[in-house]
């Protein structure tokens, strides 16, 4: 079953450009051991990035997004979580059998990530300013005041306001918004080639929302950097991203650019997706929702996962795990009938 | 800043004077004659028990006997053995003593109980975790008078590596057996502490920040992690050291030191009254001193504790 899903996966992921992408997930597998039993939390991902584009990785809660960036930076805890099988290549290297010290120096110099909590991804005891000089002291070998010019620097691109004054502040004396902008600055000091944000825009108020939304977009311009955007909130993916791939229980159900996918989902479980944001012009009316939960990752349902829940099951659905295939220019979904999904109108 | 501390040391005020007085009520209310016993076999001349009583006021109302202690107090005046030897001298003889002994032993119950800590906090249920977890509660459970006999009579008597006893130079390398036996359960008490701190906050996010930053593990590790897991621990050893300072009636005992542990015991024995008080006020004093900045520390190692 594996086997086929390999070679068609990465078949589909491919999608006319050229070999040598800078960050490529080749069917990767992670698997949290439990006293429970195993829950197989990623079941054969595969994406990439490259320079200069915006890949949002779209899934709700246990879809496995953000296991996934963290197996690529190397921070999942083992145990529980352990990588079963497939690749993850930076410049089409598998950065998965690399020596950790390798491994470390493409953290925050190739890859870093910003994280939906900045509260508690920064360090409480530590002044912001000294966290992000950090990088510069021992990244680059810079002495106390170089690094600390440049780390206003950063707070100044992230449009931190008296740079020079905060850097002295404590994460706690940080307004949310402002904290996750200078998380941004921490995360872009080593000017990496891809940046990771794992829901940057959570744990903040809508407007603030907007705000570091529009920050990241334009310092991913500036930088040409890739850019994987691991959200749930479809609002938030439509402005900003280039492609969008859909997760559900640890799988790729559907990549696609942002317009062929808001206009055509390829896949019942986007198509659900979509119909549940709610909608000025239908006032007054009850909120359509996908009926059912996501599958127990211990358990998950023989044939596809998203069966149980799909209005267009039938039953092949719960017998075969239908792969993730090409549907018409640079697309993939991984639904049996989605070639009648495209073609309705 | 500024106002918490004056406010703090104002506070210490009522505290003083209420465990003072309510020391000094309880060591002069003491049943039995303080006259027993002073003048050897024979029951003290009459002249010499008014010469005393007069001396000491033994006959004022309580409140009056307290309130003049304290007059003499704060002209630094400890007042007297009823053998006439000025309790201050006493205090300044042995109290350097147990400062000595109170830093060995708090030397090594912070490098052993910390390293232990450390190690088992990063490893959990290795060999090691299981020793440490073992051999601490060895610690914890024994009280130091069986540890402080056991160590003197194996190390002192039996293989003689160390001097069975302390001589009165108070080297440190005599010191530390003694240091060891006294900071005993504190060491284990730490090495638990530092061990549920680190592995608490291993798994923090911040922690996984840092290394998703690229920072070596060793700094990680040794500047992130540990600067936060140490916050419970240093908290715990300032504590500890107000405790140690207040003397170590026991280990004193055992390994001849004289400390002001012992004397307070030899003064309870003998019933010398004045020095009792005279000595616990001083404890007292350095206790609530010790306990005031060991809330400091809590805040200069927590940013995110202010205290307005």
């Known amino acids: 079953m594996s086997d086929i899903l390999v070679s068609e996966q990465s078949a589909a992921g491919a999608s006319g450009r050229p070999a040598g992408r800078l960050l490529e997930v080749d069917d990767l597998r992670v698997e949290f051991r439990t006293r429970d039993g195993v829950a197989k939390v990623i079941n054969g991902v595969t994406y990439h990035v490259d320079a200069g584009e915006t890949l949002a990785v779209l899934g709700e809660s246990g879809s496995g997004k953000s296991v996934t960036a963290q197996t690529i930076m190397g921070i999942l805890d083992t145990p529980p979580g352990f990588v079963t099988g497939g690749q993850v290549r930076f410049h089409g290297k598998d950065m998965l059998t690399m020596s950790a010290e390798e491994r470390r120096r493409i953290r925050g110099e190739g890859i870093a990530m910003i994280f939906q909590d900045a509260l508690s991804a920064l360090n409480p005891v530590f002044t912001v300013g000294f966290q992000i000089a950090e990088q510069f002291r021992v990244r680059r070998g810079l002495g106390r005041a170089e690094a600390k010019k440049r780390a206003i620097e950063m707070l100044d691109q992230v449009k931190i306001p008296n740079a020079k004054g905060r850097f002295n502040n404590y994460p706690h004396q940080f307004s949310g918004g402002m904290r996750q902008r200078a998380m941004i600055a921490m995360s872009l000091a080593l000017d990496p080639e891809v940046l990771i944000a794992d829901e940057p825009t959570t744990a903040l108020d809508v407007t603030v929302q907007a705000q570091i939304m529009d920050l ?5 311009r500036e930088r040409q950097m890739g850019l994987i955007l691991i959200t749930h909130d479809l609002g938030v993916v439509a402005d900003v991203a280039d492609r969008i791939a859909v997760m559900y229980a640890g799988r790729i159900v559907e990549e696609a650019n942002v ?27 009850q909120l359509r929702t996908i009926k059912g939960l996501p599958p127990n990752l211990m358990n998950i349902p023989p044939g596809c996962p998203f069966n149980p829940r799909c209005p267009m099951a039938q039953p092949v659905c719960r017998e075969k795990i239908p792969p993730l295939l090409q549907v018409g220019a640079g697309r993939a979904s991984a639904c049996h009938f989605a070639e009648e999904l495209v073609n309705r109108d | 800043m500024g106002r918490y501390l004056l406010r703090r040391l104002l506070q210490l005020i009522p505290v003083f004077i209420g465990t003072t007085f309510l020391i000094y009520w309880l060591v002069w209310s003491v049943p039995g004659d303080p006259f027993a016993g002073k003048c050897g076999e024979r029951a003290c001349p009459d002249a010499y028990v008014n010469m005393m009583t007069e001396k000491f006021k033994l006959n004022e109302n309580i409140f009056v006997q307290y309130g003049n202690y304290m007059q003499n107090l704060f002209q630094g005046d400890f007042g007297t053995t009823f053998g006439g030897r000025p309790i201050g001298d006493i205090i300044a003889t042995s109290y350097p003593n147990t400062l000595k002994l109170a830093v060995v032993a708090l030397a090594i119950e912070a490098l052993i109980g910390l390293t232990a800590g450390v190690l088992t906090g990063l490893r959990r249920n290795g060999f090691l975790d299981n020793l440490v977890l073992v051999s ?11 540890i402080g006999f056991v160590l003197q009579w194996v190390l002192g008597v039996q293989w003689g590596i160390v001097k069975p006893t302390v001589s009165n130079e108070m080297r440190i390398s005599e010191l530390i057996v003694p240091g060891f036996v006294l900071g005993s359960a504190s060491m284990a008490y730490i090495a638990r502490v530092s061990r549920t701190s680190i592995a608490e906050n291993r798994r923090a996010d911040y922690v996984r920040t840092a290394i998703a930053k690229g920072l070596p593990m060793r700094r990680v590790v ?15 050893l300032g504590t500890d050291l107000g405790a140690l300072m207040g003397g170590a009636i026991v280990t004193e005992g055992i390994f001849g030191i004289n400390g002001i542990g012992r004397q307070v015991f030899r003064a309870i024995v003998t019933k010398e009254s004045a ?21 400091l520390l809590y805040a200069a190692l927590d940013p995110r504790i202010r205290y307005e």
């Open chain 2, 275 to 295: 020095t009792v008080v005279s000595i616990v006020v001083v404890l007292v004093l350095v206790y609530l001193l010790m306990n005031l900045l060991v809330d």
């Open chain 1, 216 to 220: 990241l977009a334009e310092l991913q």
């Open chain 2, 222 to 236: 040794g500047v992130h992690l540990l600067r936060n897991s140490l916050i419970p621990v240093v908290t715990l």
């Open chain 1, 259 to 285: 317009y062929d996918l808001y206009a055509k989902p390829a896949h019942p479980y986007t198509l659900g997706l979509l119909n549940s944001i709610p909608r000025l012009d239908e006032k007054g009316q």
């Open chain 2, 136 to 146: 601490t509660l060895f610690l914890i459970a024994l009280p130091v008078f069986v």
